[in-house]
């Protein structure tokens, strides 16, 4: 559906200049939720604004439904950007203008008659919810009402793709999670691709069925939401899905934690869904000659599904932790190596 | 004298809206368009064009930096083949005009400026061209500054018009000059200030209220 290629994009001139993109190759398939996480200043917000081609790009090609958007005139550029809707963070609403009139705005621009807007216009507002709004002006709304508004009129005309701008950074928790299903009763509804870019794992974790981490213009790690959240290896992913650093580790295991060690205990992360959970404690200690210390952990919904990870420090010899970690895999526990502390005896208690 | 003032006053108050009327409706009228080129064709406007902006720009300072009454002097073969005359009331609209369109133009250009860029970048997003942003987006939010900038302007019109009475125009700053400046007939003068600062009041209000309704932030 959406098919970014060497992306690149340069503020200011070549040699002095920021890059803001450093070569992006991004699929998005048909139908899916994407998102894309990043800090402020990553480029996630450029590369959001690369797809309607609002920022174009320095270098790459932006292929969307087959079509190469760098290649358009003005005018056929014009016409691909009504089969994609956009939402902002702010909302972007026209404030001269009551409910009804901004979400008819779109057919109004593509020179729709009268008669066709007016019946496009009601269902759409229905479907958000806000049909009894409809002669209220922006100013009268509250924020997750105006975002309701902007969904329906980004959605007003039926593009195949949505852009979400940071749509739920201005809200508060619980009317994030309602415009959260609301989108993904637009994905479902309409078979809407969808497109967003976040600085909050939670959105990413709630509604997307791929997830790309983006930092400093380049993606350093994308995949299967459940995957990323299982497993994650980069260290900014790390800090999105909440996991200790190794300051953090260290403080809480009371010893430091060498990342490149390869002596001392063990200390690992497990991941695992909850058909696993019961039994991987349990079964590790029955099972090998081991002690287990569990550093951290946590439970967290994943599109529903609840994931845990745990942290755990072990003490065993590496024949019986490969052995360990061998049962894990077969158990469907990812295991992944953080670290290894040295220590003068087993624990600290 | 009271008489004098009762025959006097409705005349130049006739004259002084007429060349305000004229003026304003022109300023309105190239004033408006002249704002928006200003704003689209910057730097990282809609169309942006920065020679033709640094034109526009250079010509509306160096008409804004004129003084009006040297404006009026200058100008005079300009005002005599549109109003084939120099001087009078008729005359007088010409240079008034002149004054208020990049006056207007500038105020225009500052209310579109205020128009939050976010909406411009939805629109583009809604795959809008450069005009339809023009029409549907910054005209009708900027329209409520815009109006308070078109009262600015028919007010600074009508002190202009006052500076025009000292050449030959009449209206409400003639009549304050002849009687009361220049033959020391108070009343008069009183009379007229009272009257200017009536109208102005009231475009004032009028200008706020309707400013006030259409702006629904």
Not at chain 1, 172 to 179: G, K, L, N, R
Not at chain 1, 297 to 315: D, F, M, N, Q
């Amino acid at each position: 559906m959406i098919d970014l290629r060497g992306l690149t994009k340069t503020y200011g001139a070549a040699n002095v200049g920021v890059e803001a993109l450093r070569g992006i190759d991004l699929q998005v398939e048909r139908g899916e939720i994407f998102g894309i996480i990043g800090r402020s200043g990553a480029g996630k917000s450029t590369l959001l604004r690369c797809i309607n081609l609002l920022e174009r790009p320095t270098a790459g090609s932006v292929i969307v439904d087959g079509v190469d958007l760098t290649c358009l005139s003005q005018s056929e550029l014009r016409e691909r950007r009504r089969g994609i809707g956009m939402i902002f963070q702010h909302f972007a609403l026209l404030s001269s203008r009551t409910v009804r009139e901004n979400v008819a705005l779109p057919l109004e621009l593509a020179g729709r008659p009268r008669a066709e807007i007016d019946a496009a216009v009601g269902p759409m507002l229905e479907f958000v919810g806000l049909d009894a709004m409809r002669d209220r002006y922006p100013a009268q709304l509250s924020g997750g009402q105006a975002q309701r508004v902007g969904i329906a009129r980004a959605l007003v005309a039926r593009p195949n793709v949505l852009l979400c701008d940071e749509a739920t950074s201005a809200l508060d928790p619980e009317t994030t999670a309602s415009i959260l299903a609301l989108l993904r009763d637009v994905n479902r509804s309409f078979g809407t691709t969808i497109v967003l870019i976040t600085h909050e794992m939670g959105v990413i974790k709630e509604i997307c069925d791929r997830v790309a981490v983006i930092d400093s213009g380049r993606i350093v790690e994308s995949g299967r939401v459940r995957d990323i959240f299982l497993a994650p290896h980069a260290a900014i992913t790390r800090t999105f899905v909440g996991e200790p650093d190794a300051a953090e580790l260290s403080a809480m295991l009371g010893a430091a934690l060498d990342e490149r060690g390869r002596s001392g205990n063990a200390v690992w992360r497990l991941g695992f869904s909850e058909s696993a959970r019961e039994s991987v404690v349990t079964a590790l200690i029955r099972r090998f000659a081991l002690e287990l210390n569990i550093v951290s952990g946590a439970i967290e919904r994943v599109g529903g599904e609840p994931l845990g990870t745990l942290v755990v420090e072990i003490v065993a010899d590496a024949a019986t932790q490969d052995e360990a970690r061998r049962y894990l895999d077969s158990v469907g526990v990812r295991v992944d190596v953080l670290g290894y502390v040295e220590r003068t005896g087993k624990f600290l208690t | 004298m009271w008489n004098e003032l009762a025959s006097f006053l409705p005349e130049a108050l006739w004259e002084t809206a007429q060349m305000v009327a004229v003026s304003s409706f022109v300023a309105l009228i190239l004033g408006v368009p002249l704002g928006v080129v200003l704003v689209a064709t910057d730097r990282g406007g809609i169309t942006p064009s920065p020679v033709l902006n640094r034109v526009l720009g250079a010509i509306v300072n160096a008409a804004r930096s004129v003084p009006f009454i040297i404006l009026m002097v200058a100008i005079i073969p300009f005002t005599r083949l549109i109003a084939q005359t120099s001087i009078g009331t008729t005359a007088a609209m010409v240079p008034l005009s002149i004054a208020a369109i990049p006056f207007l133009g500038r105020l225009v250009e500052a209310a579109i400026r205020e128009v939050p860029r976010t909406l411009i970048e939805a629109a583009r997003a809604m795959g809008a061209s450069p005009l339809q942003i023009v029409i549907k987006v910054l005209l009708p939010e900027a329209r409520p500054g815009i109006v308070a900038a078109f009262t600015i302007t028919v007010i600074s019109s009508i002190g202009y018009s006052a500076i025009a009475g000292a050449i030959g125009a009449g209206g409400l700053g003639a009549l304050g000059i002849q009687y009361g400046y220049e033959r020391f007939d108070t009343p008069v003068m009183v009379a007229t200030v009272v009257v200017l600062i009536a109208v102005v009041q009231s475009i004032q209000f009028a200008g706020d209220r309707l400013a006030r309704r259409l702006s629904h932030r």
